[in-house]
Structures are given as C-alpha cells and as structure tokens.
C-alpha cells in the first residue's frame, strides 16, 4: 500500500504541478493585454495648385467677329438701318458688290451664313489692301491710337481701306453716317487674333 501511496502521490504530485502550470499559463493568457493594431487614419490633403494668372493681350477670331456684330448690330442678322446697312456686320450693297457677292436685301438679311462669308471676305480682301500699313505700324502709337492689325481691319470695315490709308498719312479721321469715328474701331477692336 505504500508502494501505491507513493505511485498516487506520484500522481497527485504531478496532476498538481501540471495544473498549475497549464492554469497559470491560461491566466497569463487571459491576464495578457490584447494587442490590437489599429491603422492610423489617413489624412487626406487637397493641394490646389493654380498657374500664375497670364495676361492675353488678343483673344479669338470668333470673339472678335462676335464684338463686332453686338456693335454693329446687336447681333441681329435680320436689321437693316436707315442708310441701307443690312445684317449683323451692316453691309451695304457697295460693299458685297465689291467682294463679288449678289444679293438682294431680302435674302442678305435671311442668310446668316453668307453674312459670315461676306464678313470673312471682307477681312482677307481688306487685309491685302492693308498689308503694308499692317506690316509697318503694328504695335506703334500712330495719331494717339495704337494700332494691331484687328484695329485696323475694324477701321477699314467702317471707313473703308482708302480711309484707313489717309489716316495712316496725314491722321485723316473718318466718321460714318451716325457721327462714329474710325479711330474708335481702331481702339475698341484691337488686339485680337484674327484667322485672316
């Protein structure tokens, strides 16, 4: 019985001494702080980067032909005025018998697209005349006005190429029908880039 008693001690002993053990580590388990890894939040930054404002001096052909109809015209296709002048560009008959064109008033007026043909026509027809006015004055101050080549060919458009040439000469100055000077196309529509 001894013998027994020593081999159940034995026994004892050891069921103990892993008990203790084995609940020892699972309370160190337990009692162990959880590690959890959280991510950081990402901040999200907006970087606006913006290009140094540039200064154009000319803006486009269309915007000038658009300038020039609210002018002329209000835009209006359809408007002939007192003297004659029909269209968004107030073309007289002179003028489109110049350039070739034959149209009655009626079917000017009702025709968008040969009055931007006719304004298209007129620009290359008057910038030939002008060529060399164009080529000598551009960017200088002649007569107090400075001059680009739109400037001029909106002067040659209410004045005529002949009158542009005078002003160039002697500082004719040209005044329509209702009292507008030449000189005040040359400002009001110079510095723009004409695909002429």
């Given at each position: 019985m001894k013998k027994l008693d020593s081999i159940s001690l034995v026994l004892l002993f050891s069921i103990i001494l892993f008990s203790t053990v084995a609940f020892t580590t699972i309370v160190r388990a337990k009692a162990q702080p959880i590690i959890q890894l959280k991510p950081k939040p990402i901040v999200e930054m907006q970087v606006k980067i913006t290009a140094p404002e540039l200064v154009i001096m000319s803006t486009s052909h269309e915007q000038f032909l658009n300038a020039m109809g609210h002018r002329e015209s209000t835009n209006n296709?359809?408007?002939?005025?007192?003297?004659?002048?029909?269209?968004?560009?107030q073309f007289g008959?002179?003028?489109?018998?110049?350039?070739?064109?034959?149209?009655?008033?009626?079917?000017?007026?009702?025709?968008?697209?040969?009055?931007?043909?006719?304004?298209?026509?007129?620009?290359?027809?008057?910038?030939?005349?002008?060529?060399?006015?164009?080529?000598?004055?551009?960017?200088?101050?002649?007569?107090?006005?400075?001059?680009?080549?739109?400037?001029?060919?909106?002067?040659?458009?209410?004045?005529?190429?002949?009158?542009?040439?005078?002003?160039?000469?002697?500082?004719?100055?040209?005044?329509?029908?209702?009292?507008?000077?030449?000189?005040?196309?040359?400002k009001l529509f110079g510095g723009y880039n004409l695909n002429v």
């Open positions: 296709y359809t408007v002939v005025n007192k003297f004659g002048y029909m269209g968004r560009y008959q002179s003028t489109l018998k110049g350039l070739g064109i034959k149209a009655s008033t009626e079917e000017f007026i009702n025709n968008p697209a040969l009055q931007e043909y006719a304004m298209q026509e007129l620009l290359v027809h008057n910038k030939k005349k002008l060529k060399r006015y164009i080529k000598k004055y551009e960017g200088q101050i002649v007569h107090g006005v400075f001059i680009t080549e739109s400037g001029i060919l909106a002067a040659a458009h209410i004045g005529g190429a002949g009158n542009v040439r005078r002003f160039f000469r002697n500082g004719y100055e040209f005044k329509d029908g209702f009292g507008t000077k030449m000189t005040s196309y040359m």
